[in-house]
């Protein structure tokens, strides 16, 4: 026994770092996503941990960085003891009481989006007298696939109103109308990010609905990975072709946004979510909630295999309600696995670490010399200090403008910045001077993608010597193809007093 002891060179830290090992998901590049996720996007907080627990990684305090000295085994202790990674299940995923993978048994809804889950369980809380009224996101009937939020009150409207919209919703509006009604009990479908606005107006100390007790909301939370702006993707779907009054039925699956006029069919048309991404709401990058970890039930599709739906009751009522709609008849259901479930935390890790990716960028605008600029030309309208141009989507703007004189070097710095919220393409950009009715140094330029948020930076030079007084009217305005002119104003000029 005492040799035994004496030959054996296994350490305790060894032991451990085996142990742990074991118990790690690792994958091939587990370095190269520790490298992407948190170092490059400049998150690191150069502790070193990384370094301190991998036998072929070492601290390069020269770049400020973890450098591989050996062969990577894709073991991920590097990645799972980074304090900037999520990896924890609960954070990932927050707290649930029970997962099931669900689909309906009701005829009527067989067939519909995924599981029909969400649909069944309105239909068993309107049957059973558990609410007076649900709200929903509906098709709008004027606009084809633009989502309106409805108040609905019966089994019916509940079939009626099954399937995906994959845009924002003005849901939270609806449910206080419901409250204004005085609806006692009502179920609230919405995204993560509409559920954080109800839970917050329960639960906030200054909260709308935290002291009116006659009204109860069951959250009934959908999974969301990214939603688009109607106004951005709509226009393109159409230029490729579809017709979206014939659409029946939209639908992400295994990162593919696909189109059907027969849902029970093959798509008409299929995009992978990466072309798709210049059409998503800026919010969405920001946004880290992929399964409404504070709904009273979680319904999405990822890990639960076709015409199924992944469901997390995370709170007591929403456990109940499960089993009761399964045992009345309403849903099939069957236990959550760890096959599922790792499917659901790589989806989630995903959105969690995406806000760590985001860019503001900054463009400058260089004028180039050798290029001939436009002809001046005169305009028959007379001088206003500011054009207003009602955009094509009501009061939304476009781009915000502001402007800077350097008035050592005569230029106007003009600023503009993507405040829409989705990427602004083909956007041609035009700066003239304007004086009395006469227009002179025009300069226009194309602006390929301007994305949301993103600010260009352009240098407009103004006539003169230096020295003498800045005093002009520019005129800037901005196009695209797919919207037509999106801004419109006269900026005065002025030296500084």
Known sequence: MTEEKTDQTETPYEYSFEYIQKKLQGSKDSFGMLMKEIVRTGICTECGTCAAVCAVLEWDDLVGQPKLIGKCTGCGICYN????????????????????????????????????????????????????????????????????????????????????????????????????????????????CNIDAVSKMFDSPTGMLKYFMRCHVLKIGLFCMDS?????????????????????????????????YDPQGEPVKSYTIKQLDKFKSSSCSFCTDLGAENADISVGSVGSGANKNTVFARTGIGAEIMEDAAEKGY??????????????????????????????????IVRDAAVKEEKARIETKPEVEQVDVKPPLGTRKFLRVSKDLNEENRILNVS????????????????????????????????TELFPFETIE??????????????????????????GKIFSRTLKVAPKE
């Open 228 to 260: 688009f702006a109607p106004e951005a993707i709509y226009p393109f779907f159409e230029k490729e072709g579809i017709d979206l009054s014939k659409v029946q039925k939209m639908d992400i699956n295994k990162g593919k946004f696909h189109i059907f």
């Open 81 to 192: 003891q980074c304090p900037r990674t999520i990896t924890d299940p609960y954070q990932l995923m927050g707290e649930f009481k029970t997962g099931y993978v669900a689909n309906t048994n009701i005829p009527e809804v067989i067939g519909g989006q995924d599981g029909g889950t969400v649909t069944s369980l309105l239909c068993y809380l309107f049957d059973e007298h558990l609410i007076d009224a649900a709200v929903v996101t509906m098709r709008d009937p004027n606009k084809p696939w633009h989502p309106v939020a409805q108040i609905i009150t019966s089994k019916d409207d509940a079939i009626k109103s099954s399937g995906s919209i994959y845009c924002h919703s003005q849901t939270v509006e609806a449910l206080m109308d419901a409250v204004r009604e005085d609806f006692r009990s009502i179920a609230f479908v919405g995204t993560p």
């Open 331 to 364: 849903l099939k259901i069957e236990p959550f696995n760890a096959i599922n479930l790792n499917a659901v935390l790589f989806l989630a890790k995903l959105k969690k670490v995406s806000q760590y990716t985001v860019r503001k960028r900054k463009v400058f």
């Open 416 to 447: 503009l910045t993507n405040t829409i919220g989705y990427v602004l393409e083909d956007m041609k950009i035009r700066i003239v001077t304007v004086e009395e009715l006469f227009e002179k140094k025009p300069w226009i330029t194309t602006i």
């Open 458 to 483: 352009i240098g407009y030079p103004l006539d003169g010597e230096a020295g003498e007084p800045n005093k002009a009217n520019v005129l800037v305005e901005a196009s695209t193809e797919a919207f």
